[in-house]
Nanobody, 115 residues
Framework: QVQLVESGGGLVQAGGSLRLSCAPS????????MAWYRQAPGKQRELVAG???????NYADSVKGRFTFSRDNAKNTVYLQMNSLKSEDTAVYYC?????????WGRGTQVTVSS
């Protein structure tokens, strides 16, 4: 079964930057949604940024102007550039891809922002 492999998380000081990447271990066809979610301790998982088949990219209000979602369609790879990080961005970040037949979740990568 195809898995999503995330990378790029880590520990960074407030104001710093990180870039997350997510790539599938195999081929996925007919993808209609690509997104990043995050889950902080004691909180529900929330959408950070994503793009659907309509083509527009959506961002959570809390990350607008700081985070940038991008993708490489040829590789089905998605990225999340995170700038001006804040302590409240600390969470496990999950990659999500949705095809016509299946939802795919990554195992998550920890992002910790120290103040």
């Amino acid at each position: 079964q195809v898995q999503l492999v995330e990378s790029g998380g880590g520990l960074v000081q407030a104001g710093g930057s990180l870039r997350l990447s997510c790539a599938p271990s195999g081929s996925i066809f007919s993808i209609n949604t690509m997104a990043w979610y995050r889950q902080a301790p004691g909180k529900q998982r929330e959408l950070v940024a994503g793009i659907s088949s309509g083509g527009s990219t959506n961002y959570a209000d809390s990350v607008k102007g700081r985070f940038t979602f991008s993708r490489d369609n040829a590789k089905n790879t998605v990225y999340l550039q995170m700038n001006s990080l804040k302590s409240e961005d600390t969470a496990v970040y999950y990659c999500y891809l949705k095809s016509l037949w299946h939802d795919y979740w990554g195992r998550g990568t920890q992002v910790t922002v120290s103040s």
